[in-house]
């Protein structure tokens, strides 16, 4: 019999590469390591088809959906549901709220994606996904994990802002502090010798608390 610690180490992390799987949606059947050419992905599980917070948060993405776009960034969600039900939902979702969601939706029927990427935890639920949130990038790495349980719902601003953030950060090779937003500056590596150290303490194009604390705008 697993552990506890056993289950833990087989749940995917940061830095991983995501765990491949083909599965049918609301799009069709897709094959992850196939979806998204060259773009990230944002993985997200939801307990229930109609169910409340759920509709919220489904709404959600796909009210924001063209933000999602303009970073690149393909929507995929997942529920422990059939695609009958699916395609009810997204139906009634339509036509009660006029809010489409537009993006694929897997029927994880089997548990078999929920399984693999530790969206069922036993403590919380053993039947419904908690509601996880995976960031992908285009090589299919693991950038970002987020859990909430199944009573609260997500931020939409925190997860724009976090897969902002870590384009940003790729890009320019930089950090990002507390509450950053964009327009905000950023954080610069700090030295890594001696010789670094002396350039940083005589670089005034920063805004410098000490040698290991500099920021700048981008």
């Known amino acids: 019999m697993e552990t506890v610690e056993e289950k833990i180490t ?3 992390r ?6 491949d799987f083909e599965a049918t949606t609301t799009k069709g059947k897709i094959k992850l390591s196939e979806f998204a050419k ?8 939801h307990p229930a088809d109609f169910t409340p917070v759920c509709t919220t948060e489904m709404s959600g993405f796909a009210i924001r959906k063209s933000e999602f776009t303009a970073l690149n960034t393909e929507l995929l969600g997942l529920s422990i549901d059939s695609i009958h039900s699916h395609l009810a939902w997204v139906n ?3 036509e009660k709220t006029g809010v489409y969601l537009d993006f694929p939706i897997i029927a994880d029927i089997d548990m078999k994606v929920s399984k693999l990427y530790g969206m069922l935890q036993p403590n919380e639920s053993e039947t419904a996904a908690v509601r996880a949130v995976f960031f992908i990038d285009p090589t299919k790495k693991i950038r970002l994990i987020m ?7 997500r931020n939409m601003d925190e997860i724009l802002r976090a897969l902002e953030a870590l ?7 930089v950090a990002m502090p507390l509450d950053w937003k964009k327009g905000d500056k950023v954080i610069v590596p700090p030295p890594k010798n001696l010789v670094e150290m002396d350039e940083r303490l005589a670089d005034t194009t920063c805004e410098r608390t000490d ?6 705008d981008l």
């Not at 060259?38 to 599980?45: A, E, H, I, M, Y």
């Open 10 to 12: 087989m749940m995917p």
């Open 14 to 19: 940061i830095g991983d590469q995501a765990p």
């Open 38 to 45: 060259d773009k990230w992905t944002v993985l997200f599980s």
């Open 92 to 94: 009634n979702v339509r």
């Open 147 to 153: 859990y909430y349980p199944l009573n609260v719902g």
């Open 167 to 173: 384009q940003i950060s790729d890009e320019h090779k």
């Open 211 to 216: 040698f290991y604390l500099c920021k700048r």
